[in-house]
């Protein structure tokens, strides 16, 4: 953790803490995500369940009605 740069001396604010905390979390994030197993191109997508499909159907009813009620 680096050193405050609000002049308290050596006490950590914490804007600065939350700061650092937030660039060590983004790097952990990026390193994990290198080696995610990533599908190939040429595999066909897995067809949904009807489930999946249903919750889909719902949304898309949702936002067509929020759609309406704006217009």
């Not at 914490?14 to 650092?20: D, H, R, V």
């Not at 994990?32 to 919750?55: G, N, T």
């Amino acid at each position: 953790m680096s050193r405050c740069t609000h002049a308290h001396g050596t006490t950590l604010c914490f804007e600065c803490f939350k700061s650092g905390m937030e660039r060590t979390r983004a790097r952990r994030q990026a390193w994990a995500q290198r080696s995610l197993p990533f599908e190939s191109p040429l595999q066909a997508p897995k067809p949904l369940s009807e489930q999946a499909v249903a919750h889909r159907r719902r949304m898309l009813e949702y936002l067509a009605s929020t759609d309406r009620r704006r217009a």
